[in-house]
């Protein structure tokens, strides 16, 4: 089972992330998934769809590529990193035309073949950064100002 769980996320990265096929969400997850990100809680296939929208909207030549996958029980662990150009609004940020880097971890847990929960751990302060939407500060560190 523990590799039909890690395809079954490799398909979402690929199919939704990549491909933005928004239909494929209905088939792998569940009616009442949650999504825990760092900055939001997402609920339902409509607020993933909704999510992957903007996120593609935003940057529509993004591209994320597995680095690891380990799965145990009903959880599968997905180490990423992804790269696109920001051509559209994200985020209340125009488009800057900037390529992006971004990595990151997420933990899918699945029941019945569906995602029934994810915990999304992207470094949205870094995309921010790159974005040009918060400055760091002198050190880099934790003196960042606000959005301009």
Known sequence: MSEQNKAQIRRVIEEVYNRGDLGVVDEVA???????ASSQEIHGRDGAK?????LRAGFPDLHF???????????????????GTHRGKFQN???????????GADIDRIVGGKVVECW???DELGL????????????GGDNARGPR
């Open 120 to 122: 999304a751990h992207v």
């Open 50 to 54: 909704q999510y992957v929208a903007a």
């Open 30 to 36: 569940a009616s009442d998934l949650v999504i825990h």
């Open 128 to 139: 921010m950064r790159q974005l040009g939407a918060i400055e760091a500060g002198p050190t």
């Open 93 to 103: 940020v125009p488009a800057t035309g900037r390529e992006i880097r971004l990595a």
């Open 65 to 83: 590529t597995v680095q690891d996958q380990i799965s145990e029980g009903d959880k599968v662990v997905t180490r990423w990193t992804a790269r």
